[in-house]
């Protein structure tokens, strides 16, 4: 099962999850981050940079998990722009090294392939961060979504772009196609950090975590992985049945084995 760590704010998730990833880059100063976007990895990341002052971040290298198709590269809300201004500008991290899947109509048919062999290229994911959709989408592998899946074009759901909107002016300016790494491709990592903040949240995680595995709730997936770790505050947990045993085994695991 994943391991479900129960935190008491989004800034002690974020203190967590940027303690173990500070710690892989010390040991792997190459080592081959999975970025995430939305809300949920912004403490993350914000509390990553003190952490990684006076460490050689230069050979660091980044997939994120997605993008729209169709939005200039340059828009506030593209994916590359969040990746740049949220994670590669204040980790200081090298550009090139940090890829987003390529979301420009022009080529769409080989973006997910392409992405799929420079992501093989570096050696694979060390880390994979994820949040979690409302409807139990992780990257934006919406409910239905092979397991086998790799990256692709995808068809956003009604559910996402009304949850997305608040980032655009409109739900009619939020793209409809999007590329997403599959869910074939986010189990190859070695390790899964799934977080998820807010009661809004608390159904889609007690179903990735503890209802059947199935592509209806692609969450779900992490059950399927050897190394997941899912972070959650209180109001995320509120569902989960098994809350009082993750207290007690987070409260009481070995030092030694780290996260
Ligand atoms: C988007 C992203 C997902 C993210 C989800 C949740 O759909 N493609 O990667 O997990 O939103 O967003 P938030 O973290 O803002 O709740």
Not at 187 to 206: E, M, Y
Request: net charge negative; with cysteine.
């Amino acid at each position: 099962m994943a391991e479900v760590i129960i935190v008491g704010s989004r800034e002690d998730a974020g203190a967590l999850a940027a303690d173990e990833i500070a710690r892989l880059i010390r040991a792997r100063p190459d080592t081959v981050l999975g970025l995430a976007t939305g809300s949920t990895p912004l403490p993350v990341y914000r509390a990553l940079r003190p952490r990684l002052a006076g460490v050689d971040v230069s050979r660091v290298r980044g997939f994120a998990l997605d993008e729209y198709v169709g939005l200039d590269p340059e828009h506030p809300q593209s994916y590359r722009s969040v990746i740049a201004r949220e994670v590669v500008a204040p980790l200081g991290l090298d550009p090139a090294r940090v890829r987003v899947p390529n979301g420009a109509p022009d080529g769409i048919e080989h973006a997910g392939a392409d992405y799929e062999a420079a992501i093989e290229a570096a050696g694979g994911v060390d880390l994979q961060i994820l949040g979690i959709g409302t409807d139990g989408h992780i990257g934006f592998n919406e409910p239905g979504s092979s397991f086998a899946s790799l990256t692709r074009v995808k068809t956003l759901t009604r559910q996402t772009r009304e949850d997305n909107a608040r980032f655009f002016d409109d739900i009619d300016d939020v793209p409809r196609h999007c590329i997403t790494q599959g869910l074939g491709t986010i189990l190859r990592a070695r390790h899964l950090l799934l977080l998820a903040f807010g009661a809004g949240k608390a159904d889609a995680i007690a179903r990735a975590v503890e209802g059947p595995v199935t592509a209806m709730l692609p969450g779900s997936a992490v059950q399927l992985h050897p190394h997941a770790t899912v972070i959650v505050d209180e109001a995320a947990a509120g569902r989960l049945r098994l809350a009082g045993y993750y207290r007690e085994t987070w409260q009481h695991k070995p030092d030694w084995q780290g996260l």
